[in-house]
T-cell receptor
Framework: AQKVTQAQTEISVVEKEDVTLDCVYE???????LFWYKQPPSGELVFLIR??????QNEISGRYSWNFQKSTSSFNFTITASQVVDSAVYFC????????????FGKGTMLLVSP | GAGVSQTPSNKVTEKGKYVELRCDPI?????LYWYRQSLGQGPEFLIY????????DSGLPNDRFFAVRPEGSVSTLKIQRTERGDSAVYLC?????????????FGPGTRLTVL
């Protein structure tokens, strides 16, 4: 069975601080995919990134960066110089290969960025 | 182009009533997913359609829940004899093709409240 754990329920930072959201996953598959989604107050889930299990390169996209480490089964997400617009709930999710790409989500981390 | 749309955005019903929730996926997307998100939780998979057929309905909680996608586009999630525990946000997502690890594009959800 697959599982995603986001241990941080809520994080509060002040604008311009860096913040890291943790994600730990469990799966018995050797091929799998990891995702991050953002859910702003409007409620619609917004896709941020996908990584496959064979690509451990870290990725940077603007102020966002992701650190994938298979050795610790983690896929952490860092926002540099946070902004108020980053306030949202962030979900980490996992999908296993060979299935229908259904996503198993963590419980989410609520990020509050204050001015 | 237009994203995934869901109607109604909010539905309030009484215990025991029947409800239908509609999802209109992105045009051309063959894969369609339904998820349910309870307060403070991540979305949980309900059912997946590839074309007109339900390829995986393992997430449906019981036989009061049913979904159809008769023409391979719009889908309707049907809940009979609603219970208070059915209250949640029901999310629909679509994906352009069946390929493992595909990102899913989510709609804004229908918030169902059972009184």
């Amino acid at each position: 069975a697959q599982k995603v754990t986001q241990a941080q329920t809520e994080i509060s930072v002040v604008e311009k601080e860096d913040v890291t959201l943790d994600c730990v996953y469990e799966t018995r598959d050797t091929t799998y995919y990891l995702f991050w989604y953002k859910q702003p107050p409007s409620g619609e889930l917004v896709f941020l990134i996908r990584r496959n299990s064979f690509d451990e390169q870290n990725e940077i996209s603007g102020r966002y960066s992701w650190n994938f480490q298979k050795s610790t089964s983690s896929f952490n997400f860092t926002i540099t110089a946070s902004q108020v617009v980053d306030s949202a709930v962030y979900f980490c999710a996992l999908s296993e290969a060979g299935g229908y790409s259904t996503l198993t989500f963590g419980k989410g981390t609520m990020l509050l960025v204050s001015p | 182009g237009a994203g995934v749309s869901q109607t109604p955005s909010n539905k309030v019903t009484e215990k025991g009533k029947y409800v239908e929730l509609r999802c209109d996926p992105i045009s051309g997307h063959t894969a369609l997913y339904w998820y349910r998100q309870s307060l403070g939780q991540g979305p949980e998979f309900l059912i997946y359609f590839q074309g007109t057929g339900a390829a995986d309905d393992s997430g449906l909680p019981n036989d009061r829940f049913f979904a159809v996608r008769p023409e391979g586009s719009v889908s309707t999630l049907k809940i009979q004899r609603t219970e208070r525990g059915d209250s949640a946000v029901y999310l629909c997502a679509s994906s352009p093709q069946v390929r493992e690890g595909n990102e899913q594009f989510f709609g804004p959800g229908t918030r169902l409240t059972v009184l």
